[in-house]
């Protein structure tokens, strides 16, 4: 592990608490972005989609026949993009 040795000169305490603090937010936020990028394709099922949006079985179905959330069928089986539902969910709340 390399030591990098930081000096400081001419600022003040809650400057310097600005940019630890601002470094943080980029950091997490870069973390984040790449937690999502990894599963966001992920291929949820109907009782997982239901869990995450904290909505029955029955609203999850009557949302897919209102194209609220997109589904996708293989064979018998009901599927939606993890992606898919965290758009849906932001477009019902409202979040920007």
Known sequence: MK?????IENIN????KDEIIK???FALKDLLLSIQNIDEDKLLTRQETSKMLS???????VWE?????QSY????LV??????VLKA????????
């Open 13 to 16: 305490a809650d400057d310097f």
């Open 55 to 61: 909505v029955s079985l029955v609203t999850l179905g």
């Open 23 to 25: 470094g943080v937010v």
């Open 79 to 84: 599927r939606y993009k993890k992606s898919d």
């Open 89 to 96: 969910l932001i477009k019902r709340n409202n979040f920007h």
């Open 65 to 69: 026949k209102k194209n609220i959330i």
């Open 3 to 7: 030591r990098e040795i930081l000096q």
């Open 73 to 76: 069928r293989i064979g018998n």
